[in-house]
């Protein structure tokens, strides 16, 4: 696929996509070879040395992927977690140390009824209410959208794969890239949820 031409110079030979970016100045380097050192009685001991590291650019820093979130998942497991502790409080605990344990129990059901909510509310009104998972694909839509002209030093996005409506007007100082992919991918999730 050709890159899009560069909105403000207008020209595509400095135009590199950011996912190519992020991909060529990131990596892992691994390094072996015969170690020799002194120990602690004098002796001259030979060994075997091994090194792994990773390294990643500045630029390649700025134009991350966008993180992930916390999701859907665990919200359910924060919800089961929490029904088998009042189940043991509630089941195993001795008469006299239950009192002691009702405003525990009151918190965790307090839990319990936001976590069932807001998933209702999710399932119900997904365009109001996009889910983290819905959010993150979009921003990584986005951000699979996302080029870099050299030229200008700025990031500006496919105008032929994202609705206008969510396109920023000029380019973006990579500086405040990752605010600009977060603002994008929230507002195509609210646009369309099943992204």
Request: charged share 20%.
């Amino acid at each position: 696929m050709n890159a899009p031409v560069c909105p403000r110079c207008e020209q595509l030979d400095q135009v590199l996509s950011v996912q190519g970016i992020h991909a060529g100045q990131t990596g892992t380097q691994e390094s072996g070879g015969p170690g020799v050192g002194v120990g602690l009685d004098g002796r001259l001991m030979v060994g075997a040395t091994s090194s792994h590291s990773t390294y990643t650019s500045d630029l390649a820093r700025r134009l991350a992927p966008p993180p992930r979130e916390p999701g859907t998942v665990f919200i359910l497991y924060s919800l089961a977690f929490s029904i088998v502790l009042i189940w043991l409080i509630v089941g195993v605990v001795p008469k006299p140390a239950k009192y002691a344990l009702v405003p525990v129990a009151i918190v965790l059901s307090v839990v319990i009824a936001a976590a069932a909510i807001r998933l209702v509310v999710r399932r119900v009104q997904p365009r109001r209410f996009p889910t983290p998972g819905r959010k993150r694909r979009a921003r990584l839509y986005a951000w699979r959208n996302a080029y870099l002209c050299f030229r200008c030093y700025g990031v500006f996005f496919d105008p032929g794969a994202l609705p206008d409506e969510v396109l920023p007007g000029n380019l973006v100082p990579v500086e405040n890239f990752g605010a600009t992919v977060g603002r994008i991918g929230d507002r195509l999730a609210e646009l369309d949820p099943v992204r």
